[in-house]
Every structure is written in structure tokens, then in C-alpha cells.
């Protein structure tokens, strides 16, 4: 009966928690996605899918944050309403409060270690095909649409393209000029009297071809400004590839192991391994990323002590700082994973001893003291039992 009680108190803060944490990276994301609506227009479908593709890998890090939230914010209430102290003085003690946040927490657990193993890479890889489908078809609208002879089109590729003439099958330009735009930072300004459209989009291989051109370019000094020249015969432009990294960004790619699915990733780590390749940065970084897929969200018993010893305070000491504490012990937990993260980065660590060495640490420890506070009569914290007051 008190197990489905405190379930029933716990759960809804869990979800409500989680809601917030979810709006929390859609706001945090906002840049991102206005990188994606000012590409593709602001549509009910290119502001959901973004939306639902990069929220999702992060399920499998804010889930266990939910649940120690959750649970912090369901034992003040019961705290401060008296009621854990009435389980204590009945003879239940804070490990039939453990038993029933037990259940809770294991499945906390198993729905993020499935989110880490199959959402995370899923997010990821779905997000980066949604771009390039949409790129696809915006490319295609903008050179049979968008592109006019004796229009300056200052939206191209975040470049500006100007043109006097266009063939009748809109491959063939004449007299073409091409400049960075206005939020560039580059000085640099290309003309060439022909150009010509190669490949298409739905074959995933669009160039750009400029022929017998000139590139002007200055240095932006007011001290010793200079121009330069260079002459070409021949400039390639991958268009797919331009605009894909001006929403993605340079380092993003379809190619990225992070959108590996769990399988993919696996097969990754074990042929880097045959091939004897243990000690360079990118298998130490495809290593770390497997474990800790189904690993890392173990950092759910660590935040189950946690939530007990922050919640659990003498009700007749003022108890607002719990929220800030349950801030302080998700800190906590980030500092040692980051920190063990980039030991197995740079060599220092292996890669299982850097996922599971914090992992162990915090949870024994928030286990241990767990343990010294069942034994102590509520009245009496921690603090005091370890630094003791002189009298």
C-alpha cells in the first residue's frame, strides 16, 4: 500500500519534469531550427520534425535527471507534510522508501538505456535526412524558380548570385558574379563569363561549374589594405554540399558515427579493434559512445540515494534548498562524467574504466551515505553526524 503511494505521489512530478526538460533543449535549440525555417519556410512540418528529431536523442541523458527530480520534488511534499517520518516511526524506515522508488527507478533505467541504444543515433540520423531531402527540394525550386536573368538572388547559399543570361533548360549562365552575403565575414567577389549546371538533385551530385573567371579578394585592414587576384579555368561548387553545411554546420555529416545505429556502431568498435586501431582518438571516441549508450543511464542509482538524502530533512529546519541540491547532485554527476570522458579521449583511461568508474564512485558512494542516514534518527543530518558541534 505505501509503495503504491509513494509511486502514485512520484510519477506525475517524473513526467511534468520531463516536459520541462524537453522544452528546456527546444528553447535551447531555437538557433538551430531558425537556421531550418529561414531555409525551408516556416510550415507545421518543418517546425515539428526538427523539433522531434533533436529532442529525441537527448531522452536517454534527461530521463534519469527527470526521475531525481521527480522524486525530490514527491518526498518534500511528503517530508514536509510528515509523512516520511510516519513511515520511519512505524518501522518502515528509509529502505521501504528505497524498495518503492526501486521499481520506479529500474524502469526509469530500461527506458534509458532503450533511448540511448535505439532513439539517440535514430534522432540524429533522421534530422540530418530531413535536411537533405528538404535541401533537395529547395535547391531544385531555387534554380528553376528563384535564379532570374538580371536579378541580384542575395539568398543563394548565403552567397549573392547575379546573372545576365539563362539557357532555356536553366544549365547554361552567362556573364555570372558571385559574391559572399551580407552576413559573411568573407571579401571576395568571382566573375566569370560562363557557368554551367551539372548533375541533378534527385541524384545527389548538383555542381556548379564556373569557366575562365576571375577571383577578387581583399583583406579588411585599415592600415595595409590589399587586393589580390587569381584566375581560374575551371571552379567546381557542390551545391547539396554548400547548403547542408550552412544549416548543419561544418562538422556534421550523415557520415557521423553518433548517427550510427547501436548495431552499426558496434561493427564500427570491433573493426577498428581488429584492425589494432585501440589507441587513436576517433575509436576511443566510437568506444566511449557505445557503452556509454546502455552504461551511463546507471547514473539512476546514484540520483535514487540522492533524491532520498536531499528530500529527507528535518521538517522543523527550513527545507527550500532542496531544489538547488538536486541541481548540485546532477552537477556533480556531469563533472565526473565529463571529466572521465575526456581521460578515455586523450589516453588516460580505458574506455570501459572511464564509463564505469564514476558510475561505481557515485553510486557507492550516495549508497554509503544512504546507509549512515537510515541509522540516524531523523532530527539528526548528516552534517552534523560527520562534524559533529562542540558543545
Same mark, same amino acid.
Given at each position: ?17 520531463? =516536459? ?28 515539428? /520534425? ?13 530521463? @534519469? ?8 520534488? !514527491? ?5 514536509? *507534510? ?8 512505524? !518501522? ?9 522508488? +526501486? ?13 540511448? =541504444? ?41 552567397? &549573392?548570385?547575379? &546573372? ?55 583583406? *579588411? ?20 554540399? =554548400? ?5 548543419? !554546420?561544418?562538422?556534421?555529416?550523415? *557520415? ?24 587513436? @582518438? ?64 586523450? +589516453? ?28 540516524? @534518527? ?6 552534523? /553526524? ?6
Amino acid at each position: 500500500m505505501i509503495y503504491r503511494y509513494i509511486l502514485r505521489e512520484i510519477a506525475p512530478n517524473i513526467f511534468t519534469t520531463l =516536459v520541462m526538460f524537453c522544452t528546456v533543449i527546444v528553447i535551447s535549440q531555437l538557433l538551430r531550427l531558425s537556421e531550418v525555417l529561414v531555409a525551408f519556410g516556416l510550415s507545421l512540418e518543418n517546425l515539428l /520534425f526538427p523539433f522531434l528529431y533533436i529532442v529525441v536523442p537527448f531522452i536517454s541523458i534527461i530521463t @534519469p535527471m527527470s526521475f531525481l527530480f521527480g522524486a525530490v520534488i !514527491g518526498l518534500s511534499r511528503l517530508n514536509s *507534510d510528515g509523512e516520511l517520518t510516519a513511515i520511519q516511526a512505524a !518501522g518502515g524506515g528509509l529502505w521501504r522508501i528505497v524498495r518503492s522508488l +526501486a521499481f520506479l527507478a529500474t524502469l526509469i533505467a530500461g527506458v534509458s538505456i532503450l533511448a540511448g =541504444v535505439y532513439l539517440e543515433g535514430w534522432g540524429r540520423r533522421e534530422f540530418i535526412q530531413f535536411i537533405y531531402k528538404k535541401t533537395q527540394t529547395e535547391l531544385d525550386n531555387m534554380l528553376r524558380y528563384r535564379v532570374q536573368p538580371g536579378v541580384f538572388v542575395e539568398n543563394f547559399l548565403g552567397y &549573392t548570385l547575379y &546573372t545576365e543570361e539563362i539557357s532555356a533548360d536553366r544549365t547554361e549562365y552567362q556573364k555570372v558574379m558571385l559574391s559572399p552575403g551580407n552576413s559573411s565575414s568573407a571579401h571576395f567577389v568571382i566573375l566569370c563569363p560562363k557557368a554551367r549546371i551539372t548533375g541533378s538533385v534527385s541524384e545527389s551530385n548538383l555542381m556548379m561549374e564556373l569557366f575562365d573567371g576571375v577571383s577578387y579578394a581583399h583583406t *579588411d585592414s585599415t592600415i595595409d589594405p590589399t587586393v589580390t587576384s587569381l584566375r581560374f579555368k575551371r571552379l567546381e561548387i557542390d551545391l547539396l554540399r =554548400v547548403f547542408r553545411e550552412k544549416i548543419l !554546420g561544418d562538422g556534421d555529416s550523415g *557520415d557521423d558515427y553518433r548517427g550510427f545505429t547501436f548495431t552499426q556502431l558496434r561493427e564500427a568498435v570491433h573493426t577498428a579493434q581488429a584492425k589494432g586501431e585501440q589507441q587513436t @582518438p576517433l575509436y576511443r571516441k566510437m568506444a566511449y559512445l557505445y557503452y556509454s549508450r546502455f552504461l551511463n543511464p546507471l547514473i539512476v542509482i546514484f540520483f535514487l540515494f540522492s533524491s532520498i538524502l536531499v528530500a529527507y530533512r528535518n521538517t522543523r529546519k527550513a527545507g527550500g534548498n532542496s531544489y538547488f541540491s538536486a541541481t548540485g547532485v546532477i552537477m556533480v554527476a556531469y563533472i565526473f562524467i565529463v571529466a572521465s570522458r575526456w581521460l578515455v579521449e586523450n +589516453a588516460y583511461l580505458p574506455v570501459l574504466t572511464g564509463i564505469t568508474l564514476p558510475l561505481l564512485t557515485l553510486s557507492l558512494g550516495s549508497g554509503l551515505l544512504f546507509y549512515v542516514k537510515a541509522k540516524l @534518527p531523523p532530527s539528526e543530518s548528516l552534517v552534523h /553526524f560527520f562534524l559533529p558541534q562542540k558543545e
